[in-house]
C-alpha cells in the first residue's frame, strides 16, 4: 500500500464473475481477515482494521474475528457506519487519500457508488486497476482446471442451442445486439455444461460473449476436452481462453451491448467500446427461474430421494441407540444421502447446530466447535443436495428429548409463519418482497426478528440461491410466475440458547382466475419430509393449521413410504399421522 500510495484496500467477498460461493483463488477477504463467511468486506488501512458483514453472520464472525486487527462491523443496523462513512472519518486527516479495490472482484455499480460515496467523504479516491493480492499472497490457489462436462438434454429440457436461440429473440426484442454473461451459474445454464470449480456449486471460471452470428466461451482450454469441443461446435460456440475476455471486449463490433453493471466486473465494462453500452439485468436470470416441465420433473425426483435420505435420518435420530454429535449427524446424513440415484455432493455445507449452535444462522460444525448430543433441547439442520436432476435445500428443527414450553412455543410461532406463507393466493404481478410480510408478520407479532430473507430461487443442478425472485423484505420489483422455485424459511434465533427454522422448496402454480378475471397464483409444496411434532404446542394452532399440516404429512407419507423398507415406513406413518 505504501509503495502505490494508497491509504487503505477493500477486499470484497466476491470473484471476477460477481458469484456468491467462489474458487479458493478470490478467497482473498477470508485469506487477509480469517472470516470465512460466503458474505462479507473486509477493509484495511495503514493502522486499522475492520470486516462488514449481515446479521446472518454476526455471531460466528465475532468469533473468527477475536484475536485479530479486525473490528467487526454489523453491517444493517443503524449505528453501524457505511464502509465509505467509515473511511472518511479514518482518512480524515490524510490529504489526497486514495483507496484501492480490484476492479475485476468490483462491479460497475459498486465502483460507481463507491467512487461517489468517497468523493463525498472529502474528496477521497477510488483506483480499481490493482490486485493487491497477487503481490502479497504468495501461496495464493490457481484458478481451477477441472474439466467442464455435458449436461444430457434429458435433464435440461432444452438444447444449448435452443436457448441461445431464445435469448438472441428476447435481446431482439430490447433492440439489442449482444451481451457479456458474466455469472457462472447463467453461463452453465445456457450452454448445458457443468462443473466444479465452486464448491458445492457445479459451475466453472468463463465468460459468454454474445453477437449476433457469432457466440464465443472464454474458458482456459485445459477444461475442454475433445468431447466438449465438439458439443460447443455444434451448438454453434466457438471457444477462447479466458485471459483474452478483454481483448475480446474491446473488438467487439456490433452497435450496442447489454452488460449488467450489477453483475460485471468494472475492469470489463471499461474495456467495451463500441457505440452505445446498455444497462440492464440479464435476461439469462430469468429465463433460468422459469422451470421448465423436464427440469420441474427432475427436481421433483430429487425431493424425493432427499425425502428419503431425510426420513432415514429423522428415524435415526429418534431411535436414541446411538451416541450423537453434530459432526456424527452430519456424516450420518450425508451417508444417507450418498445411497440416492445421481447424487452429485452437497449444495451447501449442511448446518448441525445443536442447542446455543442453532441460532447461529450459518454455523458449521468443526472438531474444535463439535457439541455431543444430549436428551434435552432443539437440533437444527439445514441441508442441500445436488443430484444431477436438481438441487434440494430444507431445514428441520428437532426435538431432542424434552423440551422447555418456550422453546416448544417458539417452534410453533416460525411453523405458523411457515404455512402463512406456504398457503398463500396471489394476484399476477405480485413480488416476493409483497408477500414476504405473511411469514416475517407472524414472527414480528410474536415480538421477535430475523435478520435473513424469508426465501430465495434455487436453481437445477446449478446454485442453491439463485434469482431474480426473492423474498424478503428489502424491495425486489422481480414478480412470481409459474414455474418459479422459492424457498420459505422463516425463523426465531435466540442467542446463546436455541434457533429454529423451517425450511420448504415451493413452486409457483397458476390457480385459476379471480372474480374480475385477474389470473392468481399460488404455492405447490415440493420438499417431502415431516415437521417434528414433538416441537408443535398443538394449543397455538389454528383448525386450518393443523388441518395444514396433516395434509402435507399425508402428502410425505404417501410419496415415500412406496420407498421405503418395512422399519423406515412404519415409523414415518408414526411420524406422520393427523394432529387432533
Known amino acids: 500500500m505504501k509503495k502505490e500510495g494508497l491509504s487503505a484496500f477493500i477486499f470484497p467477498s466476491a470473484d471476477a464473475h460477481n458469484s456468491e460461493y467462489t474458487p479458493a483463488h478470490w478467497h482473498g477477504r477470508e485469506w487477509i481477515s480469517g472470516f470465512s463467511g460466503s458474505a462479507g468486506t473486509a477493509v484495511v488501512t495503514m493502522d486499522k ?17 477475536q484475536g485479530t486487527e479486525f473490528e467487526l462491523m454489523k453491517d444493517g443496523l443503524p449505528s453501524t457506519p457505511s464502509i465509505s462513512k467509515w473511511l472518511g472519518h479514518v482518512l480524515s486527516s490524510v490529504d489526497g487519500a486514495e483507496v484501492g479495490v480490484d476492479g475485476f472482484c468490483y462491479t460497475q455499480h459498486e465502483a460507481q457508488t463507491m467512487r461517489t460515496a468517497l468523493r463525498h467523504e472529502g474528496g477521497i479516491t477510488l483506483r480499481t486497476n490493482l490486485d493487491i ?65 465452486v464448491h458445492c456449486t457445479p459451475v466453472f471460471v468463463a465468460y459468454l460473449l454474445l453477437e449476433q452470428e457469432k457466440t464465443t466461451l472464454y474458458i482456459d482450454p485445459h477444461k475442454v476436452d475433445d468431447d466438449v469441443a465438439h458439443y460447443l461446435h455444434e451448438q454453434g460456440v466457438s471457444v477462447d481462453d479466458y485471459s483474452h475476455i478483454e481483448k ?53 425426483n430429487a425431493m424425493l430421494k432427499d425425502g428419503i435420505a431425510l426420513t432415514k435420518l429423522c428415524r435415526w435420530l429418534k431411535d436414541g441407540s446411538a451416541s450423537m454429535s453434530e459432526l456424527s449427524v452430519d456424516e450420518q446424513l450425508l ?42 433441547g432443539l437440533l437444527l439442520v439445514d441441508c442441500g443436495s445436488q443430484y444431477l436432476d436438481g438441487t434440494t435445500d430444507i431445514t428441520r428443527t428437532f426435538a431432542i428429548g424434552t423440551l422447555t414450553q418456550e422453546e416448544k412455543d417458539i417452534c410453533t410461532i416460525v411453523l405458523k409463519a411457515h404455512i402463512r406463507l406456504a398457503k398463500a393466493r396471489w394476484m ?14 407472524v414472527v414480528w407479532d410474536a415480538g421477535y426478528h430475523y435478520g435473513h430473507g424469508t426465501g430465495h430461487g434455487v436453481g ?11 423474498i424478503r423484505i428489502q424491495y425486489s420489483d422481480e414478480a412470481l410466475v409459474p414455474g418459479m422455485i422459492v424457498s420459505d424459511e422463516p425463523g426465531i434465533y435466540v442467542e446463546g440458547k436455541y434457533g429454529c427454522r423451517w425450511e420448504n422448496l415451493l413452486l409457483v402454480v397458476s390457480d385459476g382466475k379471480g372474480v374480475q378475471g ?11 419430509c415431516p415437521f417434528d411434532k414433538e416441537t408443535i404446542n398443538v394449543g397455538m394452532l389454528t383448525a386450518d393449521e393443523k388441518d395444514w399440516i396433516n395434509a402435507y404429512h399425508q402428502k410425505v407419507y404417501e410419496t415415500l413410504s412406496p420407498h421405503l423398507d418395512t422399519l423406515h415406513s412404519t415409523w414415518l406413518k408414526t411420524a406422520c399421522a393427523p394432529i387432533n
Open 428 to 441: 399476477a404481478g405480485t413480488t416476493g418482497t409483497q408477500l414476504d410480510i405473511l411469514a416475517r408478520g
Open 133 to 197: 493480492l497477487s503481490r502479497i499472497w504468495k501461496d495464493r490457489p490457481p484458478i481451477p482446471q477441472d474439466k467442464v462436462f455435458i449436461l444430457p438434454q434429458g435433464y435440461t429440457g432444452i438444447s444449448a442451442k435452443e436457448k441461445l436461440h431464445n435469448l438472441r429473440m428476447e435481446l431482439n426484442r430490447q433492440h439489442l445486439c449482444g451481451m457479456l454473461v458474466s455469472a457462472l451459474d447463467e453461463i452453465a445454464w445456457l450452454l448445458n455444461l457443468r462443473g466444479s470449480d
Open 49 to 65: 482494521a475492520a470486516l462488514w458483514t449481515d446479521s446472518r453472520y454476526f455471531i460466528a464472525a465475532a468469533e473468527m474475528l
Open 248 to 300: 475480446g471486449l474491446h473488438s467487439y463490433s456490433q452497435y450496442n451491448i447489454l452488460l449488467d453493471s450489477h453483475n460485471t466486473s468494472c475492469m470489463l465494462y471499461e474495456k467495451v467500446k463500441c457505440q452505445e453500452v446498455i444497462d440492464r439485468p440479464s435476461p439469462v436470470a430469468r429465463m433460468k427461474a422459469v422451470k421448465n416441465e423436464t427440469e420441474l420433473e427432475g427436481i421433483r
Open 518 to 528: 385477474e389470473d392468481f397464483y399460488r404455492f405447490e409444496n415440493l420438499s417431502l
Open 335 to 376: 451417508t444417507f444421502k450418498k445411497e440416492q440415484p445421481l447424487f452429485h455432493g452437497l449444495s451447501f455445507d449442511t448446518i448441525v447446530g445443536y442447542k446455543e449452535h442453532g441460532a447461529i444462522v450459518h454455523y458449521e460444525a468443526t472438531e474444535k466447535t463439535n457439541y455431543p448430543i444430549k436428551p434435552n
Open 460 to 470: 437445477c443442478f446449478l446454485s442453491c440461491h439463485e434469482g431474480p425472485q426473492r
